[in-house]
């Protein structure tokens, strides 16, 4: 790893393989185990950096691809990079864009060169290659940096995802060589689909290119939860215990219980701002549609033990109210109140590893 980043594990569970630790960057540190709220046109849907400040976030996420596409990586070059383009001074990590391009389905075509397909903007042509992500990833400048891979869908057969995973390690060789910079932090993606035996091999040939993290990809695709425990029970010890461990894709309290179980440190997910763009909130583990009769005369706090601005100063009704308007005020405080809650819940769980508290507090989600 770069001398620009460090991984540092401060306590471990004495019952799992839950660990407590510090992901250092050059735009600061992560408490990991920690959930990332996604940011992918560089800005995470309605709300502010201070208001993400508030909710405790540490780092958040970006998308190649979709910056690629708007505004283009040489204009956020010129503002200095994207965390002067979108005033986060703290850690970033951009995706590869690889999850994007492949969920084009019909209108792309995948070759061992790389993937081309249609922009859905203009319809132009663009070749997007192991090498061009990297190149991207370099020009937008954010922290941590995501190797190009393939993901494969699921269900998909055995020899399907196989000649998939084989393609990711190549192409991941590929990444190594046109990455340009030392101050990102390049991270390998596991695939493997829900084969545990291509799961394993991959994870063993990543771990020999010695890289500054690592990623389990292709998960929460469509599987069932209990494939993605076994994914993530298999794989996650087989990476390095001296750098970060992060699961793409999945930000629910379960799932995020379990691969923390199983020494994962990083998340990110959609769910908190997409739900609260649709009247929804997270309150401690469950999901409540605001719509609904029961709270429109409710004028208690969304959730009492809550302290983000939203539990702190709105009522239930007034929620509901905002929503039933569709004003864009509402789906603003419903989005910071569900960031603020999945990282919080991730607080929670580093505080109970750190006391050794981590079965006795979160058992039941296990």
């Excluded at 691969?259 to 409540?288: K, M, N, Q, Y």
Aim: with cysteine; aromatic share 8%.
């Amino acid at each position: 790893m770069s001398q620009n980043f460090s991984f540092n594990s401060q306590a471990l569970c004495s019952q799992t393989k839950a660990r407590a630790g510090i992901f250092i960057t050059p735009h600061g540190s992560i408490d990991t185990p920690r959930f990332m709220p996604v940011g992918t046109l560089a800005n995470v849907k309605t709300l502010t950096p201070s208001q993400l400040e508030a909710a405790g976030a540490q780092m958040i996420l970006a998308n190649t691809y979709h910056l690629h596409l708007q505004p283009g990586e040489s204009i956020v070059a010129g503002a200095g990079g994207l965390h002067k383009f979108m005033a986060w001074n703290r850690p970033i990590l951009t995706d590869s864009g690889g999850f994007q391009v492949f969920s084009l389905g019909n209108i792309r075509t995948i070759s061992e060169a790389g993937v081309k397909f249609r922009s859905p903007r203009d319809g132009s042509m663009i070749d997007l290659t192991p090498e061009r992500s990297i190149q991207i990833q370099n020009k937008l400048g954010a922290d941590v940096i995501m190797a190009f891979d393939e993901c494969p869908p699921y269900p998909a057969s055995r020899e399907e995802v196989e000649l998939a995973t084989n393609r990711t390690y190549r192409w991941l060789q590929r990444c190594i060589e046109a990455n340009q910079r030392q101050d990102q932090a390049l991270f390998g993606i596991v695939q493997g689909g829900v084969y545990p035996e291509l799961r394993s091999i991959a994870a063993r040939q990543l771990v020999d290119l010695d890289l500054a993290g690592y990623a389990i990809g292709g998960v929460s695709v469509g599987e069932p939860g209990e494939l993605i425990d076994n994914i993530v029970k298999v794989t996650a010890p087989l990476l390095p215990e001296d750098k970060p461990r992060y699961l793409m894709g999945v930000g629910t309290h379960r799932e995020m219980v379990r691969a923390i179980a199983s020494g994962i440190d990083l998340f990110d997910c959609v769910i908190p701002t997409r739900l609260g763009r649709h009247g929804a909130a997270l309150v401690r583990g469950e999901r409540w549609n605001l719509k609904n009769a029961k709270f429109k005369e409710d004028f208690r706090p969304l959730d009492e033990s809550c302290s983000c601005y939203c539990c702190q100063n709105f009522t239930r009704a007034y929620l509901s109210h905002l929503v039933r308007s569709q004003e864009a005020l509402g789906y603003t405080l419903l989005s910071l109140h569900n960031v603020t809650e999945l990282i919080s819940f991730t607080q929670r769980i580093r505080d109970a590893i750190l006391n050794d508290r981590f079965t006795t507090e979160f058992g039941s989600w296990l």
